[in-house]
């Protein structure tokens, strides 16, 4: 198929000089390809010692000795097996030194998988030399092999690692070295495929391959930039600002999955029919505790000192609250943020029948102190999965 850009009849001169164009392209291509079999791809991989990565991060081969210890450990992570992944992060780069890749930058990752199939390497390490580039774009197909995997989130990791730890970080947009793709394709791939692996634990991995050359406060700044590319991935599928907003009130997380499912929690919890009224009271709670000088720490509960318990409603709301943490607690050591939320609803009428008949601020220290006490526990409870005073 061609185009031609003219309102001339696309006679046989215009066809057959497409033509002649194409098999030339072919016919090279075929040559590059047959002179490509007769090296083995690993024969390529010192060869990499004169392919520059960044001029600061040294070259392909640095890199790819980076990757062959990171790959193994992400796969050992994520259930894989390690020596097919450090077999494939070698061979990884190798077919940027092909004639074929050198005449068509395109099919890097892609000639890497035809050769290393010829040369009868394992079948899952040819393909994760091809799967280690996806996702290209937004929405593209995620590595289908778990050595494809961990050779993809290698890669990203050590390039971001890499490039944020010389400074040169995405600015407006500029981003050359597409740091902002690489992000996502880390969050989709982690979220995706439920692999709940803790993001700094990985970072700190990769920066330990860069010996002392990366400074200790850059893989603060990467996990938040990641986090920052997961809300707008979140955003980008419906949900609201508010509801990640909540998730992320307490504290900053580390663990992508861990994140979406608070997301996919909370963002069911707002269309519960209690959902409003115990936003309002979780609000005023938080209110209450910022007044009296309170500092909220949702890992520390303040102890209840059930004897100071005078109102009926302080009483009933207490013995909710100790009920519902017992309850909840096995649902959240296992991630369960919805099913917590849903649990956590049934405090809608304790909670409206306290504010209702009990004054927390009065005079008596001890009773002040016990109600401040009270309302911090109850607003620990629901802040293990997320700050619901935000919606």
Same mark, same amino acid.
């Given at each position: 198929?061609l ?17 002649r ?10 040559? +590059? ?5 007769k090296?083995?791809?690993?024969k390529?991989?010192?060869a ?10 040294g070259t392909?081969f640095d ?8 790959a ?9 097996n ?5 077999? /494939?992060a070698?061979?990884?780069?190798c077919?940027?030194m092909? =004639?074929m890749?050198?005449? +068509? ?5 892609i000639?890497?998988?035809y050769? %290393?199939?010829?040369?009868q ?7 994760? $030399? ?6 290209k +774009?937004?929405g593209?197909?995620l590595?289908?092999?778990q ?6 989130? /290698? ?9 944020f730890?010389?400074?040169l970080t995405p600015?407006g947009?500029k981003?050359?070295?597409a740091?902002r793709r690489?992000a996502n394709?880390?969050?989709r791939?982690?979220?995706?495929k ?5 993001l ?6 990769a920066a ?6 990366? /400074?200790?406060? *850059?893989v603060?700044q ?5 986090f ?5 991935w ?6 609201s600002?508010k509801?990640i ?6 504290e900053q997380?580390?663990? @992508?999955?861990?994140?979406?499912k608070r $997301?996919?929690?909370?963002?069911h +919890?707002?269309?519960? @029919?209690e959902a ?7 609000k005023?709670?938080?209110? $209450?505790l910022t ?8 890992? =520390?509960?303040?102890?209840i000192n059930?004897k100071?318990?005078?109102?009926d ?7 909710? $609250? ?9 649902l959240?050591?296992?991630g /369960?943020?919805t099913?917590?939320?849903?649990e956590l609803a049934q405090l809608?009428?304790?909670v409206? %029948?306290f504010?209702d008949? *009990?004054m927390v ?7 002040r102190?016990?109600?401040v ?6 607003h620990n409870?629901?802040?293990?999965v ?6």
């Amino acid at each position: 198929v061609l185009i031609a850009n003219t309102d001339a009849k696309p006679n046989d001169k215009i066809l057959h000089g497409n033509e002649r164009v194409m098999h030339a392209r072919l016919n090279d291509a075929k040559f +590059f390809y047959t002179q490509d079999l007769k090296m083995p791809l690993d024969k390529h991989l010192a060869a990499l010692k004169h392919m520059v990565f960044q001029t600061k991060l040294g070259t392909q081969f640095d890199k790819t000795e980076r990757l062959m210890i990171l790959a193994p450990l992400i796969s050992t992570e994520i259930g894989g097996n390690p020596t097919l992944a450090a077999r /494939a992060a070698e061979l990884s780069k190798c077919d940027l030194m092909s =004639t074929m890749v050198g005449e +068509f930058p395109e099919l890097q990752g892609i000639m890497g998988y035809y050769y %290393a199939r010829h040369d009868q390497e394992e079948g899952e390490v040819a393909k994760a $030399i091809r799967e280690a580039y996806l996702p290209k +774009f937004a929405g593209d197909e995620l590595p289908a092999t778990q050595t494809g995997l961990a050779l993809a989130l /290698a890669d990203r990791l050590d390039t971001l690692v890499g490039i944020f730890g010389i400074g040169l970080t995405p600015t407006g947009d500029k981003d050359p070295y597409a740091l902002r793709r690489q992000a996502n394709a880390i969050v989709r791939i982690l979220i995706e495929k439920s692999f709940d692996l803790d993001l700094n634990s990985l970072l700190l991995d990769a920066a330990k391959n860069y010996g002392n050359r990366i /400074a200790p406060e *850059v893989v603060p700044q990467i996990l938040q930039f990641c986090f920052e590319r997961a809300k707008a991935w979140f955003q980008e599928q419906g949900v609201s600002p508010k509801v990640i907003e909540a998730v992320l009130a307490n504290e900053q997380p580390t663990r @992508p999955l861990d994140f979406a499912k608070r $997301i996919e929690a909370v963002n069911h +919890f707002q269309h519960l @029919p209690e959902a409003e009224s115990l936003a309002a009271a979780n609000k005023r709670v938080r209110n $209450i505790l910022t007044k009296s000088g309170f500092t909220i720490d949702i890992h =520390t509960n303040p102890r209840i000192n059930e004897k100071v318990l005078v109102a009926d409603q302080e009483k009933t709301l207490y013995e909710q $609250i100790e009920q519902l943490r017992r309850a909840t607690k096995p649902l959240i050591d296992k991630g /369960a943020y919805t099913e917590t939320l849903n649990e956590l609803a049934q405090l809608k009428e304790p909670v409206d %029948a306290f504010f209702d008949a *009990v004054m927390v601020n009065v005079e008596d220290e001890d009773l002040r102190v016990n109600r401040v006490n009270l309302l911090s526990n109850l607003h620990n409870l629901f802040g293990q999965v997320a700050d619901i005073s935000k919606l």
